[in-house]
C-alpha cells in the first residue's frame, strides 16, 4: 500500500469537519494542543532552552513575527450566506501534481533539535496526510533518507544558493533522484539574521553538525574537505559556513540557475513587486512570498501586505505561494482570497513535532486543515477558486 492509498484509507485520517467533532467525542484533552498559543506553549515545555530559543526565535526584537500576525489579522473574511456549501473541495494542482490542500509543509532546518526523530517524524506525518513536504537544505537526514520514509508522497527540496556550483549540481540531482517534485531556492538567507536570543545564549544549532546533514552526505562537499568529516567535524562545519551561501550573486545570475534545473524552480523570500517581476523574468516556475518567518530583517515588512502588493503587481498566472505568520485555517483563507496558490506552515508543525513527534505532526495539519475547512463552509466556499479578494475586507 502505498503513501496515499494509507492516507485515503486510514479511518482517523479524514480531514474536515469531522476532526471537530472527533475531539468533543473523545472527551480528552487533545496532544498537541489546537490553540496556537497553547502549542507554542507545550513546545517551550517540552524543549531545552537554546532549541526551543532558535525554533521560535525572531530576528532582533521580533518585531516581524510581531507584524506578520497583524498583517493577516488586518484581513477580515466575509462570510456569505445559503451557498450551499455542504459539499467542499480544497484540492489545488501545483506543477502538474494535484494535491489534497493548499497547504505545504515549509522547509525547516535542524529538526533534530526539536525530536530525535527529526526530519522522518515529519516526513512519515507529511505523507500520511498528503502534505507536501519541503526538505531543507538544512536537514538533520541526508534527503535520500527522508525520501524514502514517504513512498510516493510529494516532497520538495529547499537549496541554498552556494558559492559551488559543483555543490549545487550535486544537489540538485540528488533531489530529483530522491523523487522531488520543484527545487525552491531561498534567497533571503545570504548572511544569517541577527537573531537576539541565540546570540544570548550563544548557541547556534549547526556547531553540534546537526543541520549540515546534506552536506556530510553528498560527495562534492565531501571531497572539498582535507579529511573526512567524521574524525573533523568542525573543520567541515567551518567549509559548510565558507560555502552554503553566496552575497555576491545577483538578478543576472538566476536565469542560468533556473536553466539547469529539470524541476520547476520557485524562489522565497520575495516581499517587494518588482523583485518578483525580475523572478518571472529570469524563468521562474513559482514564487513564495516569505519574510523567513520573521526571522530574517527586523523591522520587515508583514508578509500578508507584501503578498498583497506582489499579486497587485504581477498576477497569478505564476503561482505565487506564501508563508511567515500562518497559524490557522482562517489564515490560510486570508492568504489565498489575497492571491496565493498555497501556503506553508514552518513553526507550528515543528512545535507539534516536539510535543508528540510524528503524531504531533500530524494533528497540527488535520487541525489547520479541519478549521480551513470550515472556515470554507462557513463563508460560503465550495471551492478554492471561489476564495478569491471579494471574500475579504481590510481593516486599518
Ligand atoms: C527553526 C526554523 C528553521 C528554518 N530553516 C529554514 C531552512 O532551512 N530553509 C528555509 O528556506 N527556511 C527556513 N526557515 C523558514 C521557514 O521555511 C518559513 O519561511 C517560516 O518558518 C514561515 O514562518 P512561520 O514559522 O511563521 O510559519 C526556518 C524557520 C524556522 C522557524
Ligand atoms: C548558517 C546556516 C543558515 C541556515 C539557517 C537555517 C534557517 O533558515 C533558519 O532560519 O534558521
Same mark, same amino acid.
Given at each position: 500500500?502505498?503513501? @496515499?492509498?494509507?492516507?485515503?484509507? *486510514?479511518?482517523?485520517?479524514?480531514?474536515?469537519?469531522?476532526?471537530?467533532?472527533?475531539?468533543?467525542?473523545?472527551?480528552?484533552?487533545?496532544?498537541?494542543?489546537?490553540?496556537?498559543?497553547?502549542?507554542?506553549?507545550? *513546545?517551550?515545555?517540552?524543549?531545552?532552552?537554546?532549541?526551543?530559543?532558535?525554533?521560535?526565535?525572531?530576528?532582533?526584537?521580533?518585531?516581524?513575527?510581531?507584524?506578520?500576525?497583524?498583517?493577516?489579522?488586518?484581513?477580515?473574511?466575509?462570510?456569505?450566506?445559503?451557498? @450551499?456549501?455542504?459539499?467542499?473541495?480544497?484540492?489545488?494542482?501545483?506543477?502538474?501534481?494535484?494535491?489534497?490542500?493548499?497547504?505545504?509543509?515549509?522547509?525547516?532546518?535542524?529538526?533534530?533539535?526539536?525530536?530525535?526523530?527529526?526530519?522522518?517524524?515529519?516526513?512519515?506525518?507529511?505523507?500520511?496526510?498528503?502534505?507536501?513536504? =519541503?526538505?531543507?537544505?538544512?536537514? @538533520?537526514?541526508?534527503?535520500?533518507?527522508?525520501?524514502?520514509?514517504?513512498?510516493?508522497?510529494?516532497?520538495?527540496?529547499?537549496?541554498?544558493?552556494?558559492?559551488?556550483?559543483?555543490?549545487?549540481?550535486?544537489?540538485?540531482?540528488?533531489?530529483?533522484?530522491? +523523487?522531488?517534485?520543484?527545487?525552491?531556492?531561498?534567497?533571503?538567507?545570504? &548572511?544569517?539574521?541577527?537573531?537576539?536570543?541565540?546570540?544570548?545564549?550563544?548557541?547556534?544549532? #549547526?556547531?553540534?553538525?546537526?543541520? =549540515? *546533514?546534506?552536506?556530510?552526505?553528498?560527495?562534492?562537499?565531501?571531497?572539498?574537505?582535507?579529511?573526512?568529516?567524521?574524525?573533523?567535524?568542525?573543520?567541515?562545519?567551518?567549509? #559548510?559556513?565558507?560555502?552554503?551561501?553566496?552575497?555576491?550573486?545577483?538578478?543576472?545570475?538566476?536565469?542560468?540557475?533556473?536553466?539547469?534545473?529539470?524541476?520547476?524552480?520557485?524562489?522565497?523570500?520575495?516581499?517587494?513587486?518588482?523583485?518578483?517581476?525580475?523572478?518571472?523574468?529570469? +524563468?521562474?516556475?513559482?514564487? =513564495?512570498?516569505?519574510?523567513?518567518? +520573521?526571522?530574517?530583517?527586523?523591522?520587515?515588512?508583514? *508578509?500578508?501586505?507584501?503578498?498583497?502588493?506582489?499579486?497587485?503587481?504581477?498576477?497569478?498566472?505564476?503561482?505565487?505561494? #506564501?508563508?511567515?505568520?500562518?497559524? @490557522?485555517?482562517?489564515?490560510? #483563507?486570508?492568504?489565498?482570497? &489575497?492571491?496565493?496558490?498555497?501556503?506553508?506552515?514552518?513553526?507550528?508543525?515543528?512545535?507539534?513535532?516536539?510535543?508528540? +513527534?510524528?503524531?504531533?505532526?500530524?494533528?497540527? =495539519?488535520?487541525?489547520?486543515?479541519?478549521?480551513?475547512?470550515?472556515?470554507?463552509?462557513?463563508?460560503?466556499?465550495?471551492?478554492?477558486?471561489?476564495?478569491?479578494?471579494?471574500?475579504?475586507?481590510?481593516?486599518?
Amino acid at each position: 500500500m502505498t503513501a @496515499s492509498d494509507a492516507a485515503a484509507t *486510514a479511518p482517523d485520517a479524514a480531514i474536515g469537519p469531522v476532526r471537530q467533532s472527533e475531539i468533543y467525542l473523545a472527551g480528552r484533552l487533545p496532544e498537541p494542543p489546537v490553540d496556537p498559543d497553547a502549542l507554542r506553549a507545550a *513546545a517551550e515545555a517540552a524543549l531545552p532552552e537554546a532549541a526551543f530559543a532558535y525554533i521560535d526565535g525572531g530576528a532582533g526584537t521580533g518585531s516581524t513575527m510581531a507584524e506578520n500576525r497583524h498583517a493577516l489579522d488586518r484581513w477580515r473574511i466575509v462570510p456569505r450566506m445559503l451557498a @450551499s456549501a455542504e459539499q467542499r473541495h480544497s484540492g489545488v494542482d501545483l506543477f502538474g501534481r494535484a494535491l489534497r490542500s493548499p497547504l505545504l509543509l515549509a522547509p525547516i532546518g535542524v529538526q533534530e533539535l526539536a525530536h530525535a526523530d527529526g526530519d522522518l517524524a515529519t516526513a512519515r506525518a507529511a505523507a500520511t496526510e498528503q502534505v507536501p513536504m =519541503i526538505f531543507s537544505n538544512q536537514a @538533520s537526514v541526508p534527503m535520500e533518507e527522508t525520501a524514502e520514509a514517504m513512498g510516493d508522497a510529494p516532497r520538495w527540496f529547499q537549496l541554498y544558493w552556494s558559492r559551488s556550483d559543483d555543490l549545487i549540481a550535486s544537489l540538485i540531482a540528488r533531489a530529483e533522484d530522491a +523523487g522531488c517534485d520543484a527545487i525552491v531556492v531561498t534567497l533571503d538567507t545570504p &548572511l544569517l539574521g541577527w537573531r537576539n536570543r541565540d546570540l544570548d545564549l550563544a548557541s547556534l544549532p #549547526f556547531l553540534h553538525a546537526k543541520g =549540515i *546533514a546534506q552536506y556530510l552526505s553528498d560527495p562534492v562537499f565531501r571531497a572539498m574537505l582535507s579529511d573526512p568529516p567524521e574524525d573533523d567535524p568542525m573543520a567541515a562545519i567551518a567549509r #559548510f559556513l565558507a560555502i552554503y551561501t553566496n552575497p555576491a550573486i545577483g538578478w543576472a545570475d538566476l536565469p542560468a540557475l533556473c536553466a539547469r534545473c529539470r524541476l520547476p524552480v520557485l524562489v522565497k523570500g520575495i516581499l517587494d513587486p518588482a523583485d518578483a517581476e525580475r523572478a518571472i523574468d529570469a +524563468g521562474v516556475d513559482g514564487i =513564495i512570498v516569505s519574510n523567513h518567518g +520573521g526571522r530574517q530583517v527586523d523591522g520587515a515588512v508583514g *508578509a500578508a501586505d507584501a503578498l498583497e502588493r506582489i499579486v497587485a503587481a504581477v498576477g497569478t498566472n505564476v503561482p505565487i505561494l #506564501f508563508d511567515s505568520g500562518i497559524r @490557522s485555517g482562517a489564515d490560510m #483563507f486570508r492568504a489565498l482570497a &489575497l492571491g496565493a496558490r498555497a501556503v506553508l506552515i514552518g513553526r507550528p508543525y515543528i512545535y507539534g513535532l516536539a510535543v508528540a +513527534g510524528e503524531a504531533g505532526v500530524r494533528a497540527v =495539519i488535520r487541525n489547520l486543515l479541519a478549521e480551513f475547512d470550515l472556515t470554507m463552509a462557513l463563508a460560503g466556499c465550495r471551492t478554492i477558486a471561489e476564495i478569491d479578494r471579494s471574500r475579504i475586507i481590510r481593516r486599518e
